[in-house]
């Protein structure tokens, strides 16, 4: 399982890895979700099958918001590497009347959900979920999906890394090649102008380029005298069309 999860790295977790899950815990589906503490949304997901995928559902976005998980996470029930059942958060009545159940989980034969913590920050929670037909999980369901999810959560963090470092590279390669053709800058302004193009504040070039605030605008107001600009949007405008 451990190598399956890790034969591509560069993209989100597969849907082969996802199904792999749902034969090991005994289940009917099995996937991952990024949820905002705050908001108590969900902000990205990947299922087993797409077909499983409910987030384009009408409805189901807001009721996902009232998941008794986000109320055993904040009283401290749920906490980063354990699991727990929905059914030992409430009995079938309490449950039935969330209009998650009733209107989303019931129609498609869902009694039970086993919701695992992979990930926490400050902001941000990453769990898998294990969808299941009849209620409960026994202790080696859970030990299962304890055990695997250390390896589930570096490999969907290694993957957005990479995932950023490749749009990086996208990004750099044209502004570098743009700036290079601005040749009335010295090459620190060139280092300067760069990083500006790339969006970095006064004070992330300043910190990267080991210099101070006020050289930052130094340079910076070399820059526009040079080229004719009066602000960043004409750096940007000029960068993008060069």
Known sequence: MVRLLNEDITGELSQDALARFTSL????????AVT????SAVVDAATDRPEHNLLGTPGFAEAL??????????SGKLALGSSIALSELGDRRSLGRLALFADHWQPRGIVDQLVCVIGL??????????????????????????LL????????????????????ARIAEP?????????????????????????ATDR??????M??????????????????????????ALVTRA
């Open 65 to 74: 918001r009232e998941h008794p998980g986000f109320g055993a996470y904040r």
């Open 211 to 236: 210099i101070s605030h006020r050289t930052v605008h130094k340079h910076l107001e070399q820059i526009y005298r040079k080229l004719g600009l009066t602000n960043r949007t004409g750096l940007l």
């Open 121 to 146: 920050d400050g902001r941000h929670g990453t769990v898998l979920t294990f969808n299941r037909s009849r209620r409960g999980f026994s202790r080696r369901d859970r030990a299962v999906v304890e």
């Open 25 to 32: 815990v005994g289940c009917d589906m099995a996937s991952y």
């Open 204 to 209: 992330e070039i300043a910190r990267v380029l």
């Open 36 to 39: 905002d503490h705050g908001s």
């Open 149 to 168: 999810a250390p390896h589930v959560q570096q490999r969907v963090t290694t993957g957005k890394r990479l995932a950023a470092l490749a749009m990086a």
């Open 175 to 199: 502004v570098d090649r743009a700036l290079d053709r601005l040749s009335a800058l010295t090459p620190r302004e060139r280092d300067v102008a760069r990083h500006l193009a790339s969006g």
